[in-house]
C-alpha cells in the first residue's frame, strides 16, 4: 500500500475509520492498528478487523435491518426508508404538537383567569423552560452522529444510559398520556357541537369518552399505516391551522353582530383590554400555578421533531434548526391570540339577544353597559354561559368561520395526539432493545422498512385509553406538565453535567448551548413542579431515582460514554489527588492488597479471601505476571485483561487487575509491587498463595519464592500468605486463559503450585464458565476465627481477622485470641492482653494464653520435620565458612549443619506450633498465625518453606499466615 507516494501501510484520516457503518457492497476499511506500525509487518488482512469500540448494540437485532447487513449477496435489497427534512419533518411537527388543545379551549379561558398580563407571563415562564430545553437538546443532537430512537438514544448516547433511560421511559409515557390529553380535547369539541345540535349519545362525561376511544383507535390507524401516511396527515392539519388562524384574525376586525354581542365580543376595544389585562381568579383552578400547570403541556412538544430522529435526512441540522424555529412561531401565536381575544371579548355575557340596555342605565354593572347590553344579573350570579371566563369556544364565536375554527380545533388536537402516538412507541422501542430494564424488550421488536414499532403502538394505545376513560382536559393536563417538567429538568441537568465533567466525549457543535442556562432551566423545571403539585413532583422524582438507581446498581452491559463515567472519574482524580495533601495517620489505615492471584479465576479462594474484607473499605489489586518473550502477544494479553475483570465483576469482587510483562516472576512482582497504585492508592499488604509444591518444584523457583517475601519485606509491604488444605490452584478444572508463551513442562511455578493448562483467550469464555465456589462464600455460622498473635508486628494479624468479622458471612463467628506465655503468670499476661484489646476497641473478649508453647514437641513430629529438611541438606560435617559456600555454589538453597543447629530453637517451635493448633483449632473456620521471618541471606530458601510447611500441615481450617511490616496499624489514642 502506498501513502503520498511512500511505502507504508499508514492511511489518511478518513471518516470511514470513525464510523461504524460502512458503503453498501463494500468491505469496511480501518486504519492499522500500532502493533501493525510498531512490531514486524504483517499480512494486509491483518489489519482489517474494526477497532472495539465500534461495535454497536445495533447490530445484535437484525429485524432493524442496520446498514451493517447492507450488502450481502444472498440479501434482498431493502427498501429505502422514508426521510424528512428539518421544515417538514421538526418544525411543522413540533408547531402541531405545540399547538393542541390547550389553544383553541383553554388559552382564552386561561387569559381570562390570569389577564393578559399574567397570561403572557405564563406563556414566556413556560416558552423559558421549553427553550432553554430546546437550547440542551440541540447541543445533544449535534454531539454525534443520531439514529433512531429519539430523545432516548440522543441522552443514552451522549450522556450514558444512567439518565438515557430513566428520562426515555418517562418521556415515552408522557407522550402516551399527551395522546389521551388532546384526544379529549377532540371529543370534547365533538360534543359541543352535537349539544349544540341537541343530540348526545349517552351524557355529556361518556360522549367524550366513547368519542375519545373511537378517535384514538382511527389514529392508531394512521400510525400503522406507516410514517408516510402519518406526514401527510400532518402536513394537512398544518394548512387546517393555519387557515383557523387566519380566520380568527379577520374574526377580531369584523363587527360583531348583535348575536355576537350577546355572547360578549365587541371587537377592539381599549376598555375591554385595560379590564381583561388584569387578573380575576375563579372556581378551583383560579391561580397562577394551577393555570400554569393547565397551560404548560402546550408548550411541550418540542421534542417531536427529536423522537422521530431515525427519520430524518440531517438530524444533527434538522433537529436546532426546525425545534428553535417552532418554539419562536408558536410562542408569537400564543401571545397574539391571548391579547387579540382579550382586546375583544369581555369576561361574562348571558348569550341572550333581549340582555339590551340604553347607555348609563342606573343598575347595569360592567364594561357591556356602555356598549348597551345588561350582563349584570348572571355576572353577579356566575352563571353566565358566554364569555370569556365561560365559554371554551370563544375562538369559534369570535371568529369569521365558526366551521374553519372547529376545523382547526380538529386539526391541532388530532395532530398532536397523532405526534405523540408516534413518538412515545419510537422512543420506548430504542429503549426496549438496549435491555437496561427487564420485562420490557418484548415491545422492542420492528416490523417492515422504517422498523415500526407495532407492540409500542399498542402499548401507547392502551395507557391512552386508560387516561381517556378520565373525560376531564383539565384533570389529565396536570398530570403531563410534572411529567413533561421532569423530563426537561433532566435533560437540562445532563447536559450540564456533561459539561461540568469536561468529558472529553461531550463536544456539541451547537454554538448557542451554554452550561449555565442548562442548569438554570433544570432548576427552574424542578421549582416549578414544587408549586404546581408537591406531591407529584415527589412522586415523578421518586420515579426518576428509582430508575437511576437500578441502571446504576444492575449496571447494563452498554457503554456509550456516560457523563455519569466522567464524572465518577474526575471525581476520583480530584480526591486521589487531594489525598496527596493529607498526612497519613494509624486510624486511617487500610490494608491495601496486591494479591498475586495469576488469572484470578486460577485462585478464587485467595480472591475471595481478600475480597470479603476489602470490599467498601479499601483497595484490592490482582496481580498478574506474564513471562516470557511476549510483545507480540500484547493484543491477546489485552484481549485477556478484559475477559480478568469481566469475570471479578461477575463474582462480585471489587477489585482492580493488572498484569506486567517480564523475564521472571520475581522480577514481575518488584515491578508490581513499586508500580501498582496510585497516590496515596497504593497497595501495603502482599497477599500470596502458599507454595504447595515446593519440595517436587525446581529450586531455582523455591528460591525464586522466597525472594518475593523478601523483597515484600525491603518494601515496607505486610504480607499475607494464604494455605488451604486441597491448595489455591484450580487452573486444571477451568478452562480459562494463561500466558500462552508457556510451555507447561517449564513453567516457573506461577505462586507456587501447579502447573496451568493453556487454553483459549476468549473473555467471554472466561465469563462463561462455571464460578468455582470456595469456602469464603459460604455462610459461617457459629465457628471460630482463631488467632495466634505470637509475635508483635504492628497489629495487622489483629486487624484482618477484625475486619473479615464485619461482614455478614463471617458475622457470628466467635474470635479467640492465643499468645505465648508463662504457666506462672497466666493471669496477668491474659489481662495485660485484654486490657490491649480493650483499648483497641476490636471487640475481641476471648483471649488464651499459651503457656505450653515453649515445650519440647513430640519425638515422632521432630523426626518428621529432620526427614523433610534431609533432602536439602549439604552435609558438610561443620565445614569452615568457606568451605560450604564452596559447596553450596548453585544451590544456595542447600542447608548447612552449622544452619540446622543454629535454627534449631526456632524449627521446633515450628513443629511445637503445629501441635498446638491441631490440639485448639481443629475445628475453627480460619486460622490466623503470625508468619515466621526467615533472615535473609542466613535462612535458606529449603529451610524456610520447611518451616512454613511444619507449621501448617495436617490443618482442615485455611490458614493465613500474616506479618504487618513491624509499623503500627491500630492505635487507641484519640489525636
Known amino acids: 500500500m502506498r501513502t503520498f507516494g511512500y511505502n507504508t501501510i499508514e492511511v489518511v484520516p478518513t471518516y470511514e475509520n470513525y464510523a461504524n457503518t460502512k458503503v453498501s457492497g463494500e468491505a469496511k476499511k480501518t486504519r492499522p492498528t500500532l502493533s501493525d506500525l510498531h512490531s514486524f509487518l504483517k499480512q494486509e488482512s491483518s489489519h482489517l478487523h474494526p477497532p472495539a469500540y465500534e461495535l454497536h448494540r445495533d447490530i445484535i437485532f437484525s429485524e432493524e435491518g442496520t446498514e451493517e447487513e447492507a450488502g450481502e449477496g444472498d440479501a434482498k435489497p431493502q427498501e429505502e426508508p422514508v426521510r424528512f427534512g428539518w421544515v417538514k419533518g421538526v418544525m411543522i411537527r413540533c408547531m402541531l404538537n405545540i399547538w393542541g388543545v390547550i389553544l383553541y379551549l383553554r388559552l382564552p379561558w386561561i387569559t381570562a383567569q390570569a389577564g393578559i398580563a399574567l397570561t403572557w407571563v405564563i406563556i414566556l415562564l413556560s416558552v423559558t423552560v421549553t427553550t432553554v430545553t430546546g437550547l440542551s437538546i440541540s447541543a445533544i443532537s449535534t454531539n454525534g452522529k443520531v439514529k433512531s430512537g429519539g430523545t432516548y438514544f440522543l441522552i443514552s448516547r451522549s450522556l450514558g444510559p444512567e439518565l438515557g433511560g430513566s428520562i426515555g421511559l418517562i418521556f415515552a409515557f408522557a407522550n402516551a398520556v399527551a395522546v389521551a390529553m388532546h384526544t379529549v380535547g377532540f371529543a370534547e369539541t365533538v360534543r359541543d357541537l352535537m349539544q349544540e345540535h341537541h343530540s348526545t349519545m349517552v351524557d355529556p362525561t361518556n360522549d367524550i369518552r366513547i368519542i375519545g376511544v373511537i378517535t384514538v383507535t382511527v389514529l392508531l390507524g394512521i400510525s400503522l399505516a406507516g410514517m408516510e401516511w402519518e406526514a401527510k396527515a400532518q402536513v394537512l392539519f398544518f394548512f387546517v391551522i393555519m387557515i383557523s388562524f387566519v380566520n380568527y384574525l379577520v374574526g377580531t376586525i369584523i363587527p360583531a353582530s348583535e348575536e355576537k354581542q350577546a355572547k360578549g365580543f365587541f371587537s377592539y376595544r381599549a376598555d375591554i383590554f385595560a379590564q381583561n389585562f388584569v387578573p380575576n381568579w375563579r372556581g378551583p383552578d383560579g391561580s397562577f400555578f394551577g393555570l400554569f400547570s393547565i397551560f404548560f403541556p402546550s408548550a411541550t412538544g418540542i421534542l417531536a421533531g427529536a423522537n422521530i430522529s431515525g427519520d430524518l435526512k440531517d438530524p444533527a441540522v434538522a433537529i436546532p434548526k426546525g425545534t428553535l424555529m417552532a418554539i419562536f412561531w408558536t410562542t408569537v401565536s400564543y401571545l397574539v391570540i391571548s ?171 451547537f454554538n448557542y448551548y451554554s452550561k449555565w442556562v442548562a442548569l438554570f432551566g433544570a432548576i427552574v423545571s424542578v421549582v416549578i413542579m414544587f408549586l404546581l403539585t408537591w406531591w407529584a413532583a415527589l412522586i415523578a422524582i421518586g420515579i426518576v431515582v428509582f430508575l437511576l438507581g437500578y441502571v446504576l446498581y444492575k449496571k447494563p452491559g452498554v457503554n456509550w460514554g456516560s457523563s455519569v463515567q466522567a464524572g465518577s472519574y474526575n471525581m476520583a482524580l480530584n480526591y486521589s489527588v487531594g489525598l496527596n495533601e493529607v498526612d497519613d495517620h494509624i486510624k486511617n489505615y487500610r490494608p491495601q492488597c496486591l494479591v498475586l492471584t495469576g488469572p484470578p479465576n486460577f485462585r478464587p479462594a485467595l480472591v475471595d479471601f481478600v475480597g470479603t474484607f476489602t470490599k467498601n473499605l479499601s483497595l484490592m489489586i490482582c496481580g498478574n505476571v506474564l513471562i516470557g518473550p511476549g510483545k507480540q502477544m500484547m493484543s491477546e494479553f489485552r484481549l485477556a485483561s478484559r475477559g480478568h475483570v469481566k469475570w471479578l465483576t461477575k463474582r462480585k469482587i471489587r477489585s482492580f487487575y493488572t498484569d506486567v510483562l517480564a523475564e521472571d516472576l520475581r522480577t514481575g512482582v518488584q515491578i508490581l509491587m513499586q508500580a501498582s497504585g496510585l497516590g496515596r492508592m497504593k497497595p501495603n499488604v502482599l497477599v500470596i498463595g502458599y507454595k504447595k509444591n515446593w519440595q517436587a518444584a525446581h529450586p531455582q523457583t523455591v528460591e525464586e519464592y522466597i525472594g518475593i517475601l523478601h523483597d515484600a519485606f525491603d ?203 491441631l490440639d485448639y483449632s481443629r475445628d475453627a473456620a480460619l486460622i490466623f498465625i503470625t508468619l515466621p521471618i526467615g533472615r535473609k541471606g542466613r535462612c535458606p530458601s529449603s529451610l524456610y518453606m520447611a518451616w512454613l510447611e511444619t507449621l501448617s500441615q495436617d490443618l482442615r481450617p485455611p490458614v493465613i499466615l500474616t506479618r504487618g511490616n513491624q509499623e503500627n496499624v491500630l492505635t487507641f489514642y484519640c489525636q
Open 339 to 509: 391579547a387579540t381575544i382579550g382586546a375583544c371579548v369581555v369576561r361574562d355575557a348571558s348569550g341572550n339577544v333581549n340582555d339590551t340596555v340604553s347607555v348609563g342605565s342606573v343598575g347595569c354593572e360592567g364594561i357591556a353597559c356602555n356598549l348597551g347590553w345588561n350582563f349584570t344579573e348572571c355576572a353577579q350570579s356566575h352563571t353566565c354561559n358566554f364569555g370569556l371566563i365561560n365559554f371554551y369556544q370563544s375562538m369559534s364565536m369570535v371568529s369569521g368561520f365558526a366551521p374553519l375554527i372547529t376545523a382547526g380545533i380538529f386539526g391541532a388536537t388530532l395532530s398532536s395526539a397523532l405526534a405523540c402516538l408516534v413518538s412515545a412507541p419510537k422512543v420506548f422501542q430504542c429503549l426496549c432493545k438496549d435491555q437496561l430494564y427487564p420485562v420490557i424488550g418484548f415491545f422492542g421488536k420492528g416490523y417492515g422498512k422504517n422498523n415500526e414499532p407495532i407492540r409500542g403502538y399498542m402499548l401507547t394505545y392502551v395507557i391512552a385509553i386508560c387516561f381517556i376513560l378520565i373525560a376531564e382536559l383539565n384533570a389529565i393536563a396536570p398530570i403531563i406538565s410534572n411529567f413533561f417538567l421532569c423530563s426537561y429538568a433532566l435533560i437540562n441537568f445532563s447536559c450540564f453535567h456533561a459539561s461540568i465533567t469536561n468529558s472529553p466525549g461531550w463536544r456539541p457543535s
Open 715 to 917: 518494601f515496607k509491604y505486610g504480607v499475607c500468605m494464604m494455605r488451604m488444605k486441597e491448595g489455591l490452584n484450580i487452573s486444571r478444572l477451568v478452562q480459562s486463559h494463561i500466558n500462552p508463551v508457556f510451555d507447561p513442562a517449564e513453567d516457573p511455578q506461577k505462586n507456587g503450585e501447579e502447573p496451568p493448562v493453556i487454553s483459549t483467550l476468549d473473555p467471554d469464555a472466561l465469563v462463561a464458565e462455571q464460578q468455582a465456589s470456595t469456602a469464603f462464600q459460604i455462610e459461617q455460622g457459629k465457628k471460630t476465627i482463631d488467632i495466634y498473635w505470637l509475635f508483635d508486628d504492628g497489629g495487622l494479624t489483629l486487624l484482618i481477622p477484625y475486619l473479615l468479622g464485619r461482614k455478614k458471612r463471617w458475622g457470628k463467628c466467635k474470635i479467640r485470641v492465643f499468645v505465648g506465655g508463662q504457666i506462672n503468670r497466666m493471669d496477668e499476661e491474659r489481662k495485660a492482653i485484654i486490657s490491649l484489646l480493650s483499648k483497641f476497641r476490636l471487640g475481641f473478649h476471648e483471649v488464651h494464653i499459651l503457656p505450653d508453647i515453649n515445650q519440647k514437641p513430640q519425638p515422632e513430629h521432630v523426626k518428621r520435620f529432620d526427614d523433610l529438611i534431609a533432602p536439602f541438606r549439604l552435609n558438610d560435617g561443620f565445614k569452615d565458612e568457606a568451605m560450604v559456600n564452596e559447596m553450596r555454589h548453585g544451590c544456595p538453597w542447600k542447608i548447612s549443619d552449622e544452619e540446622v543447629t543454629k535454627n534449631k530453637a526456632k524449627s521446633l517451635r515450628q513443629v511445637r506450633m503445629n501441635e498446638i493448633l
